[in-house]
């Protein structure tokens, strides 16, 4: 599926992964469910139920969120901009889909009553040919 494609294309890039902290045997790199003893920084990544104008194309709203404690926003910055770099032009597939592109929607950090805690928010849409529809055409 297109998640596990997209995860494993983001740890997989070790100058990303550079600004993310060791969690167990790997990155500190989650869904919405972020262990308590979870070291910063971290990563979530959220991707959203696929939406689509017909049945050709999927659509999935995607959500990276950054988290850090005590450090300078200047870290976060650098790893949204290593983020975008990486998805900027990635074409990727999956088992649903022959083609995903990746476009940017938005960045940008989220306040908090904390003033060491650091959350930067990076919001991208991937939109895709779904396989099957394009399989029966040829049918």
Known sequence: MFNATLYTLIISN???????????????????????ETPFPYVTIRILDAKGPDKAVSIYPIFIDYFDYGTSKVRSRSFANQLDILLEDARLSCADHFLIRISKMGGEFMSSNDPQAIHYN??????????????????
């Open 14 to 36: 070790t100058a990303l992964m550079s600004y993310i902290s060791n969690y167990g045997t790997g990155k500190a790199v989650f869904d919405d469910c972020v262990p308590q």
């Open 122 to 139: 990076v919001q991208f849409t991937g939109r895709g040919d779904r396989k099957y529809w394009i399989d029966s055409l040829n049918k």
